[in-house]
């Protein structure tokens, strides 16, 4: 199985900060890793796919890079609605995916 | 507008059975694989399993197979998740989301559905 790390578990920054959270693969997992952003009470919605690509709507303070093994997501100048906790998530392996174990993002 | 609404939240017995449904709507409800996430109190995403609408093929994480099933009501453009006998640690929030892929690029999750709160309890 691929097991997905993510680091820090959690952060705090203020609001206009650039944070960045990394996650790691056990192996490589080419482009296929994603990310998204949980709170409380609410769906988890799609950030990234594909490590770079911002899904529709998501604004531009978002982006994602890395690759093989080794990702990072960082968000510029941090809003108030961008606390909330962050998931990797890795589908290279088409019989099991799974995701990181978040990171939380707080003031 | 793309949408999965999941049906809502339940308490129940252990040892009881539940199903709890997620539909889908905005969309070929056939060409996607729906996926089942398990998000249990204060913890992470789990991924569950996953399911095609249009075949019935199923796929299920190791962690959760022979302990629920999944299935397609074609009529009604939903899919479900059941359990035959419940215990206190399936107690959790169950979301639905749509499989997202294009060959050779990945797989990703979207949208989601709201989540259904499922509680066990004596």
């Known amino acids: 199985d691929i097991q997905m790390t993510q680091s820090p578990s959690s952060l705090s920054a203020s609001a206009g900060d650039t944070v960045t959270i990394k996650c790691r693969a056990s192996q490589n997992i080419d482009t296929f890793l994603n990310w998204y952003q949980a709170k409380s009470g609410k769906a988890p919605k799609l950030l990234i796919y594909a490590v770079t690509t911002l899904n529709s709507g998501v604004p531009p303070r978002f982006s994602g890079s890395g690759s093989g093994t080794d990702f990072t997501l960082t968000i510029s100048s941090l809003q108030p609605d961008d606390f909330a906790t962050y998931y990797c998530q890795q589908t290279h392996s088409n019989i099991l995916s799974t995701f990181g174990p978040g990171t939380r993002v707080e003031i | 507008e793309v949408q999965l609404v999941q049906s809502g939240p339940e308490v129940k017995k252990p040892g009881e059975s539940l199903r709890i449904s997620c539909q889908g709507s905005?969309?070929?409800?056939?060409?996607?694989?729906l996926n089942w996430v398990r998000q249990m109190p204060g913890r992470g995403l789990e991924w569950m399993g996953k399911i095609d609408p249009s075949d019935s093929y199923t796929k299920y994480s190791p962690s959760f197979e022979g302990r629920i099933t999944f299935s397609v009501d074609k009529s009604s453009s939903s899919v479900s998740l059941q359990w035959s006998s419940l215990q206190a640690s399936d107690t959790a929030i169950y979301y639905c989301?749509?499989?997202?892929?294009?060959?050779?690029?990945?797989?990703?999750?979207?949208?989601w559905g709201q989540g259904t709160l499922v509680t066990v309890s004596s």
């Open positions: 905005g969309y070929n409800f056939f060409s996607n694989e």
């Open positions: 989301a749509r499989g997202m892929e294009v060959a050779g690029t990945g797989e990703w999750f979207d949208p």
